[in-house]
DNA sequence: TTAAATGTAACTAACATTGTTACTATATGG
DNA sequence: CCATATAGTAACAATGTTAGTTACATTTAA
């Protein structure tokens, strides 16, 4: 692997979260704090908004906002909505006919992948968006938000 | 993700535990069996030896044989010999130092990437290659090996 | 001593990832 | 109503990864 949509996804995610409702975070301020284009913050958002996570608005004063409560979104859902692909790949090759291990392996191989992709899973979801901001309202505490 | 150096190294673990003692097999037939390039095959088998699951030898009649039993070898093992990175990325970029959650960010992101890579590996670990072999040598039953 | 095998370096092709520019569509504030 | 600030997205470049291939040195047994 291994690509970083995962990390700059939940960095959007909590930032977006812990942003005032006064006026929208957009795409520009999420760049800075990502020290990246906000057009490679753009197409994260529009991953995240395809999952149901943000929501966002075009325009003068636009910008994005979480569809639900921080409470009620764990961090499987924002792995799952940036990272489609699977997390093991088989080999790219069709199988040997000629041998018999070659035309099984898969078979053998697909629970396994599909155990270990569910526990990974699993623990994602069970950490949830708001313990992330919980935890860095404490860390920043002080720091005022620009 | 995803490349497909494990499910290519199970593939050869399986094939090579499953293999008569009488002969060692070669990366050709490795090769073979994984329908690629014998190359790739001793590239993986040498990772494989790196991480003491594997013994080699080289000249006429050389090839390869398990460093262990199959009951011995699980398949966090076979995972970790072939595929070091990391499962998750960081944002490559510095971070913001005129944002708080910017700096922060990561030492958040540790502890959940930390669990999530744990309970991938442990679902791995509760696998042994013998369950795989076991398996495949009812599946291929009165197939004969060539 | 010859042939068959491993080990490994160098290179290519295909693909993925990130960043960038440029443009259109949209919505708001004045 | 218009100017401006925003999202959305296509196109492209730079970089890195992956799998495959060729070539060749080294090793070992028949």
Not at 2 to 13: K, V
Not at 107 to 113: A, C, D, N, T
Request: aromatic content about 4%.
């Amino acid at each position: 692997m291994a690509n970083s949509r995962f990390a700059m996804a939940t960095h959007i995610m909590t930032a977006v979260a812990l942003h005032g409702d006064d006026d929208l975070m957009n795409s520009g301020e999420l760049a800075d704090s990502l020290n990246t284009n906000p057009v490679v913050v753009r197409r994260i958002l529009s991953d995240l908004q395809k999952a149901g996570l943000i929501q966002t608005q075009a325009g003068r004063s636009g910008g994005a906002w979480l569809a639900r409560k921080p409470e009620a979104i764990n961090l499987h859902e924002i792995f799952a909505a940036v990272d489609d692909g699977e997390l093991f790949a088989y080999n790219p090759n069709d199988p040997n006919k000629t041998c018999s291990l070659s035309c099984e392996i898969k078979s053998v191989l697909e629970p396994v992948f599909k155990a270990a992709s569910s526990a990974l899973a699993e623990s994602l979801m069970s950490v949830r968006l708001s313990q992330l901001t919980e935890v860095l309202s404490k860390k920043c505490a002080g720091k005022k938000k620009k």
